[in-house]
C-alpha cells in the first residue's frame, strides 16, 4: 500500500522538493555575504521572493497535494479497486496521511529555516530601523521560523477534508485556496494577538518620539504616533485622554502646533516641543499595546501548535467523513 501511494504522490512531491532545494541552495550561496552588512538594499527582490514562496507553499501542497489525494481516486472510482482487496479503509487513508503530512511538513520546514537563517542578518537590522519590518509583524512572521510547518499540514488535510467532502478535484482545489487564504488572514488579525498577553504602556508624548500626525481633508489633525519599541508588533498606537479614553481628533492645543497634513508647512521645533509640553500638561499620553520582539519565538511555537491541533482535527473529521463513503 504505502509503494501504490508513493507512486501515486511523487510527482508532485518530487516536484516541489526539487523546487525548494533549488531555493535553498541559492540562499545557502548568498547568504554569508550578508553577514556583518547593514545595507540590503541589492538583495531586497530576493527577501521578498524568498518570503512569497515560505507563505505560498503550505497553500500549493493544499492544492495540488491535499485536494487531489483523495478525490482524484473518487472519480476515477479507484479507491473502490483497493477497497475490495485486503486494504481497510483506514488503512487506505492512513497510509496516505502517513506519506503526505510528513513530506508537506518537512518541505516547508526546510524552506522556512533555509530563509528565516538567510533573513537573519536582516532581521536582527529591522529590529533597530523603524523603516524595516521587524520579523514579528504580520507580513514577514508567517514566513519564518517553525509555523510555517503547521501551515503545511494543515493545508494539506485541509484539501483532503474539503476533497471528501466535495468529491470533485477542481472545485475541491478551488475551495481549499480560497479557505486557507482566508485562515491566513484571520489568524493575524483575530488569533495571534491574542496567543500571549499584549503588553501595555502610557508613554509621555514628546517632540522628539512624534512618528506621524494624520488628519482629514479639512486639515483637522485627527491622530499622531509615537516611536513604538525596537522591534515591536504594534496592536494599538492611540492618544488617550486623562481618563484614558481615547481621542480623536486631537485636541484644539495642537491643532496649530503640529505640521498638519500636506500643507508642506513645519512650525518651529521649538513651538512643537512647547505644544507637546502643554498635551501632556493637559494630561494627554499616548497608550501603546504591543507584542514585544523576544515573543517572536513563543508566538511561534504557540501559533505551531495551534496549526498542529487544527490538523489533527482535520485528520479526525477525515476518518469520520471515510466511513460515509461509497
Given at each position: 500500500m504505502t509503494w501504490l501511494v508513493w507512486r501515486q504522490f511523487r510527482v508532485p512531491a518530487l516536484s516541489v522538493s526539487a523546487g525548494v532545494l533549488v531555493v535553498a541552495a541559492v540562499l545557502a550561496v548568498?547568504?554569508?555575504d550578508l553577514v556583518g552588512r547593514t545595507n540590503f538594499s541589492d538583495v531586497e527582490t530576493l527577501y521578498t521572493g524568498t518570503l512569497l514562496a515560505v507563505y505560498v507553499l503550505p497553500a500549493v501542497i493544499g492544492v495540488f497535494w491535499g485536494a487531489p489525494m483523495v478525490t482524484r481516486e473518487l472519480e476515477t472510482g479507484t479507491h473502490s479497486l483497493v477497497w475490495?482487496?485486503?486494504?481497510?479503509?483506514?488503512?487506505?487513508?492512513?497510509t496516505k496521511f502517513a506519506v503526505g503530512v510528513p513530506a508537506a511538513m518537512a518541505a516547508a520546514g526546510l524552506l522556512s529555516l533555509a530563509v528565516t537563517w538567510w533573513a537573519a542578518p536582516m532581521d536582527a537590522a529591522a529590529d533597530l530601523d523603524d523603516d524595516r519590518l521587524a520579523r514579528i509583524v504580520p507580513e514577514v512572521f508567517a514566513g519564518r521560523g517553525v509555523a510555517p510547518v503547521g501551515y503545511a499540514a494543515f493545508a494539506l488535510l485541509l484539501g483532503v477534508a474539503i476533497g471528501m467532502v466535495v468529491r470533485r478535484t477542481v472545485p475541491a482545489m478551488a475551495l481549499t485556496l480560497v479557505l486557507f487564504a482566508a485562515v491566513q488572514v484571520?489568524?493575524?488579525?483575530?488569533?495571534?494577538?491574542?496567543?500571549?498577553?499584549?503588553?501595555?504602556?502610557?508613554v509621555v508624548i514628546t517632540?522628539?518620539?512624534?512618528?506621524?500626525?494624520?488628519?482629514d481633508e479639512h486639515g483637522v489633525i485627527d491622530f499622531m504616533t509615537v516611536a513604538p519599541p525596537d522591534g515591536a508588533w504594534v496592536l494599538t498606537n492611540e492618544t488617550v485622554d486623562a481618563s484614558g479614553k481615547a481621542v480623536r481628533p486631537l485636541p484644539g492645543s495642537v491643532q496649530d502646533c503640529v505640521p498638519k497634513p500636506g500643507s508642506g508647512a513645519f512650525p518651529e521645533r521649538g513651538s512643537i516641543t512647547s505644544c507637546m509640553a502643554?498635551?501632556?500638561?493637559?494630561?494627554?499620553?499616548?497608550?501603546?499595546?504591543?507584542?514585544?520582539g523576544?515573543?517572536?519565538?513563543?508566538?511561534?511555537?504557540?501559533e505551531l501548535a495551534l496549526f498542529l491541533a487544527l490538523?489533527?482535527?482535520?485528520?479526525?473529521f477525515c476518518f469520520r467523513r471515510l466511513r460515509h463513503l461509497s
Open positions: 548568498t547568504g554569508p475490495n482487496q485486503s486494504v481497510t479503509r483506514t488503512r487506505w487513508l492512513a484571520l489568524v493575524p488579525l483575530l488569533v495571534r494577538p491574542h496567543l500571549l498577553p499584549p503588553t501595555e504602556e502610557s517632540a522628539e518620539n512624534v512618528r506621524q500626525v494624520g488628519g502643554r498635551l501632556t500638561d493637559l494630561g494627554y499620553r499616548q497608550h501603546l499595546v504591543y507584542q514585544p523576544s515573543r517572536f519565538w513563543p508566538l511561534q511555537w504557540l490538523s489533527a482535527l482535520l485528520g479526525w
